[in-house]
């Protein structure tokens, strides 16, 4: 069993930056694949990043490539989001979540993540 918690959310300006952290209970975190998902005001939740468990290589959605980086300390147990560049349309609720040894095929699906995280408000006002 893993429990997630996001943490760092606000509102912030167009422009700004946030960094987003995902902290994780348990003592296996190395061995998941952890993604950061997005939901905004009628719409449905949507893939943002993701960092792969064994080699940690990344993956981002074309929407946010070039602006929000995703890293993983696994000392720590923690996944963050770095966000810069923010604009409006990045304004969603932001979950994280885990997917154990999940390879490659399966970081953008969201039924492959086996447990997520409450969510935390990302706010950009223009």
């Known amino acids: 069993q893993v429990q997630l918690a996001e943490s760092g959310g606000g509102l912030v300006q167009a422009g700004g930056s946030l960094r987003l952290s995902c902290a994780a209970s348990?003592?296996?975190?190395?061995?998941?694949?952890m993604g950061w998902f997005r939901q905004a005001p009628g719409k449905e939740r949507e893939f943002v990043a993701a960092v792969t468990w064994a080699i940690g290589t990344t993956y981002y959605a074309d929407s946010v490539k070039g602006r929000f980086t995703i890293s993983r300390d696994n000392a720590k147990n923690t996944v963050y989001l770095q966000m810069n560049s923010l604009k409006p349309e990045d304004t969603a609720v932001y979950y994280c979540?885990?997917?154990?040894?999940?390879?490659?095929?399966?970081?953008?699906?969201?039924?492959?993540?086996?447990?997520w995280g409450q969510g935390t408000q990302v706010t950009v006002s223009s």
């Open positions: 348990g003592r296996t975190f190395s061995s998941y694949t």
């Open positions: 979540a885990a997917d154990y040894r999940a390879n490659s095929d399966n970081v953008y699906r969201q039924g492959s993540y086996d447990y």
